[in-house]
T-cell receptor
């Protein structure tokens, strides 16, 4: 079935440095790739997404890149701040008349002051 | 605009009982999806409703069911609870574009004893 692999599972960076989280997907028909941020005790928050007809998208300190040929996409966070500490999930849509999202296992990002 | 709301936030049930969880989507959103989140399995898709019709279903047993009302509010029901059903149950709403731009609620934490 459809599968999304996410790496690394944990990531610790110094405040001000950049963080990169990578995901690969198995369904070549996937055409939508969102990223979610989940803080303790809260539901996942949509932070950025990209569709398959775009290679890169940026929103202030956050960017996502997509390589359809290699079937992988990445989240880049620059100038990290303590409030960026959270669990981040990538997801990919699946093929089919009524698409659904398949999620990666998550990356726990810790920003050290 | 108010976000997705879920009630109750916390629930403790005994094995064998049944439970009903409620989700109110963002105003104007017609699609509601339900997910189960556990430390071991991550975020897993349960089902999606649009205009009171179930459009897609994940790989969960028939004990898990749902419905959607004419005002787009949705409920999910789990019958004959098992210990393994302990999880955070999340609902997400979107304007109608299936997997696109899903916004999550805070979740219902279900504990089965």
């Amino acid at each position: 079935g459809e599968n999304v692999e996410q790496h690394p599972s944990t990531l610790s960076v110094q405040e001000g440095d950049s963080a990169v989280i990578k995901c690969t997907y198995s369904d070549s028909a996937s055409n939508y790739f969102p990223w979610y941020k989940q803080e303790l005790g809260k539901g996942p928050q949509l932070i950025i997404d990209i569709r398959s007809n775009v290679g890169e998208k940026k929103d202030q300190r956050i960017a996502v890149t997509l390589n359809k040929t290699a079937k992988h996409f990445s989240l880049h966070i620059t100038e990290t701040q303590p409030e960026d500490s959270a669990v981040y999930f990538c997801a990919a849509s699946t093929q089919g008349g009524a698409q659904k999202l398949v999620f990666g296992q998550g990356t726990r990002l810790t920003i050290n002051p | 605009k108010a976000g997705v709301t879920q009630t109750p936030r916390y629930l403790i049930k005994t094995r064998g009982q049944q439970v009903t969880l409620s989700c109110s989507p963002i105003s104007g959103h017609r699609s509601v999806s339900w997910y189960q989140q556990t430390p071991g399995q991550g975020l897993q898709f349960l089902f999606e409703y649009f205009s009171e019709t179930q459009r897609n279903k994940g790989n969960f047993p028939g004990r898990f069911s749902g419905r959607q009302f004419s005002n787009s509010r949705s409920e999910m029901n789990v019958s004959t609870l098992e210990l393994g059903d302990s999880a955070l149950y999340l609902c997400a709403s979107s304007l109608g574009g299936m997997a696109y731009e899903q916004y999550f609620g805070p979740g219902t934490r279900l504990t089965v004893t």
